[in-house]
């Protein structure tokens, strides 16, 4: 069964600081992974997919990295911003989507 | 691009009655959908796997008797809360699997269930 593990499960920058969010999983075989943010209360905004066949995907300040073969995803978010406060989830893909428990960020004015 | 819709965005009700979640693919056919609860501060963790015609695969901890999925079709999964409880006070969110193309889940919005 795969497991999503997501570190660390709580962060707290000044704004304006570079961060690097990470996410690993046990079962490499997977379609892709999708990391998400999520607001208090809120559903799930999807932010970047990176299929298993990429390395990398980018999207404004964000940048999505993926190493199958090691079960590791990195997301680097540039320059954050108080707005960038919001819980990001990691999710991966094969016959089901499995969630990390979330990285809960707080990006201080 | 798919979008899929749920219905209640948000629901209370009273301890002991039934409560229906309805998923729907919009624009899209959907052979497999997913059931997700998420209690206040934790991930979101699969429930049921929802097979269009078949009956839904449970995760383990899950009660089948308690929450029914039924996929009739091919855009509509519903997930029924039976005898509801405040235990069962959560947000459910559905996603649902494009039959045809890219390999990737689309989610609902999600429904917030409180139960009193």
């Known amino acids: 069964k795969q497991e999503v593990t997501q570190i660390p499960a709580a962060l707290s920058v000044p704004e304006g600081e570079n961060l690097v969010l990470n996410c690993s999983f046990t079962?490499?075989?997977?379609?892709?992974l999708q990391w998400f943010r999520q607001d208090p209360g809120k559903g799930l905004t999807s932010l970047l997919l990176i299929q298993s066949s990429q390395r990398e995907q980018t999207s404004g300040r964000l940048n999505a990295s993926l190493d199958k073969s090691s079960g590791r995803s990195t997301l680097y978010i540039a320059a954050s911003q108080p707005g960038d406060s919001a819980t990001y989830l990691c999710?991966?893909?094969?016959?089901?989507?499995?969630f990390g428990a979330g990285t809960r960020l707080t990006v201080k004015p | 691009g798919a979008v899929v819709s749920q219905h209640p965005s948000w629901v209370i009700c009273k301890s002991g009655t039934s409560v229906k979640i309805e998923c729907r693919s919009l624009d899209f056919q959907a052979t497999t959908m997913f059931w997700y609860r998420q209690f206040p501060k934790q991930s979101l963790m699969l429930m049921a796997t929802?097979?269009?015609?078949?009956?839904?695969?449970?995760e383990q901890g899950v009660e089948k008797d308690k929450f029914l999925i039924n996929h009739a079709s091919l855009t509509l999964s519903t997930l029924t809360v039976t005898s509801a409880h405040p235990e069962d006070s959560s947000f459910y969110i559905c996603s649902a699997w494009k039959s045809t193309g890219a390999n990737v889940l689309t989610f609902g919005a999600g429904s917030r269930l409180t139960v009193l």
């Open positions: 929802s097979n269009e015609g078949s009956k839904a695969t449970y």
């Open positions: 999710a991966v893909l094969n016959n089901d989507m499995r």
């Open positions: 079962d490499s075989a997977i379609y892709n």
